[in-house]
């Protein structure tokens, strides 16, 4: 608040918001949901999600794939810039353009295969020991929360580790939960908290 004009300096709030937005987005579970929401909103009735969090082999790679839409050739070869969107929801699309940045800063890289009427394959990869790494952060209750909100979308999330995988099947969670909504707050805490035991049990790493 300014104490001649009694006006709050808005400029101090915006670069605050900017700035926690960044923050927020360093973190991989936040990418991971962030690009699989752009396959729930591409029509997919699957999607995806496979990570390999190997330090043997010094590498954390993720796949997204999705049996949506699509993308057309001339799409495809734009989709990486920030002003490039599907979306009505947002005029900026920062998903793609962000990750593939982090992967670069950290020794990876990204590549996209889509094909209209067929779906899209996202592929992207880090040093796993780079200092330049963003950190995990919640993946899985970034995942319940993608789940339990498209519970219309069959998943399939597979983790892989040098220890063994765990693997996610939203089709047999609704079979065993048998009629109970996904979204239900209990229901989501029991899910968080089962795949945050299996991926310690295999060894995960941030």
């Not at 319940?144 to 693997?167: C, N, P, Q, R, W």
Request: net charge negative.
């Amino acid at each position: 608040m300014d104490k001649d004009t009694g006006l709050r300096d808005t400029s101090l709030e915006s670069r605050s918001h900017a700035s926690n937005k960044i923050k927020i987005m360093k973190e991989l579970s936040l990418h991971v949901y962030d690009l699989m929401e752009n396959s729930t909103a591409a029509n997919s009735t699957l999607v995806e999600l496979t990570i390999r969090d190997s330090l043997k082999d010094n590498i954390y790679a993720f796949t997204i794939k999705d049996n949506g839409k699509g993308m057309s050739p001339e799409f495809l070869a734009k989709v990486t810039d920030p002003w490039t969107t599907t979306r009505t929801t947002r005029k900026v699309g920062l998903g793609l353009p962000l990750i593939k940045m982090n992967t670069e800063n950290a020794g990876g890289g990204m590549k996209i295969e889509s094909e209209v009427g067929k779906g899209t394959t996202l592929n992207f990869w880090f040093q796993h020991d780079h200092l330049d790494r963003p950190p995990m952060g919640d993946l899985p209750g970034a995942l319940v929360m993608l789940f339990s909100a498209h519970e219309d979308i069959h998943f399939i999330y597979k983790h892989i580790t040098d220890e063994g995988e765990f693997i996610f099947d939203t089709e047999e969670v609704k079979e065993a939960l048998d009629g109970m909504p996904m979204n239900d707050i209990n229901v989501m805490k029991y899910l968080k908290e089962m795949i945050q035991e299996n991926l310690e049990e295999i060894h995960y790493n941030d």
